[in-house]
């Protein structure tokens, strides 16, 4: 089945961090472009970070660099959103994306809140 699954979110105080995971399944997990987007409550879907099939390139969001740090295991159809010094604005679902198959996890649950 191809499928992203997501998981550790939580409900985090300002200043902590969350490590997210998204495990991919059903293709070629090492040939994809890798993206996590962050959906905040009544707002759009907004892109957070990128990493390259090799793990070698990265990108993010300007409010999130320093901050979160995007990676992968390729050998585990892992990817990983690392996630220090939260903010209550980086509230929201977190989910991972397969741009070139335009596949979309299920979104896990980050709240920052005192």
């Known amino acids: 089945q191809v499928q992203l699954v997501e998981s550790g979110g939580g409900l985090v105080q300002p200043g902590g961090s969350l490590n997210l995971s998204c495990v991919a399944s059903?293709?070629?997990?090492?040939?994809?472009?890798m993206r996590w987007y962050r959906q905040a409550p009544g707002a759009e879907r907004k892109f957070v970070a990128a990493?390259?099939?090799?793990?070698?390139?990265?990108g993010y969001k300007g409010s999130v660099q320093d901050r979160f740090t995007i990676s992968r295991n390729n050998a585990e159809n892992t990817v990983y959103l690392q996630m220090n010094s939260l903010r209550p604005d980086d509230t929201g679902v977190y989910y991972c994306?397969?741009?070139?198959?335009?596949?979309w996890g299920q979104g896990t649950q980050v709240t920052v809140s005192a």
């Open positions: 990493v390259s099939n090799t793990g070698t390139e990265t």
């Open positions: 059903g293709f070629k997990f090492s040939s994809e472009l």
């Open positions: 994306y397969a741009p070139r198959l335009d596949l």
